[in-house]
């Protein structure tokens, strides 16, 4: 089977919460005929490709298809990938427009430019899934600052947790992550009309994260 192909079965989509690129990006509040439920797997292995493909099943699912919001400085996107992002990446290539994107293309950039470096893959399973969306959806930089503080003692490397822990670290985390785009609506008010949207992303990721079954046995921190 082509490779595209295979990828597109691997990641049904669909207009499900479109995206908030970069560190302050839009998102309006999804109608019931947008919504998608594609639950996590049943059980997945803690790393490697199949972490990354559990990560990219809820980001690609909430950053949807084809979209060009007026309101958002991104401009065109599809796949929540912009039309500067996917220009850069194709470099010295003929000038292509981001609708034309494919899948294939689009996890590349997500895997170079979101995942490695966020350092997704040192983290725990969820804490990665967390840690990957949050880039995608508010920048690498901002998702670097709330790990530190949801979980100081992050260092290089592989991090360990026993699953309680994760569980503190990941809950700390995306109250970190709502108490920020309370933030920016208190600071910039006319994006209040994008907050439901915005949580409603938390929301679903909490319950992503639920369903997630792991093939292995996180240890404690020695």
């Not at 998702?143 to 670290?169: F, I, K, N, Y």
């Not at 108490?179 to 600071?187: A, E």
Request: aromatic share 8%.
């Amino acid at each position: 089977m082509d490779n595209s192909i295979q990828m597109a079965a691997m990641y049904p989509l669909g207009g499900f919460l479109p995206s908030l690129r970069g560190t302050l990006c839009l998102q309006h509040v999804p109608s019931p005929s947008e919504r998608l439920d594609h639950p996590a797997p049943a059980t997945v292995e803690c790393g490697g490709a199949a972490l990354f493909n559990l990560a990219m099943r809820f980001v690609l699912q909430a950053e949807g298809r084809y979209g060009n919001d007026p309101h958002d400085s991104g401009g065109a996107t599809k796949y929540g990938i912009t039309q500067g992002v996917y220009s850069s990446y194709r470099k010295s290539e003929p000038e292509k427009k981001v609708k034309g994107i494919s899948l294939t293309e689009a996890l590349e950039i997500y895997r170079r430019q979101y995942w490695r470096l966020a350092h997704c893959a040192d983290l725990p399973a969820r804490l990665a899934v967390v840690q990957m969306d949050t880039a995608v959806n508010m920048g690498v930089g901002t998702a670097r600052d709330m790990l530190d503080r949801a979980m100081p003692m992050c260092t290089s490397g592989t991090v360990q947790l026993a699953t309680w822990e994760e569980s503190l670290v990941v809950s700390k985390y995306l109250t970190l992550r709502r108490q920020r785009y309370h933030l920016i609506c208190h600071k910039y008010p006319g994006k209040k009309i994008y907050l439901r949207g915005w949580l409603n992303r938390i929301d679903n990721l909490e319950q992503y994260l639920g369903k997630i079954r792991l093939n292995c046995a996180p240890t404690a921190v020695p």
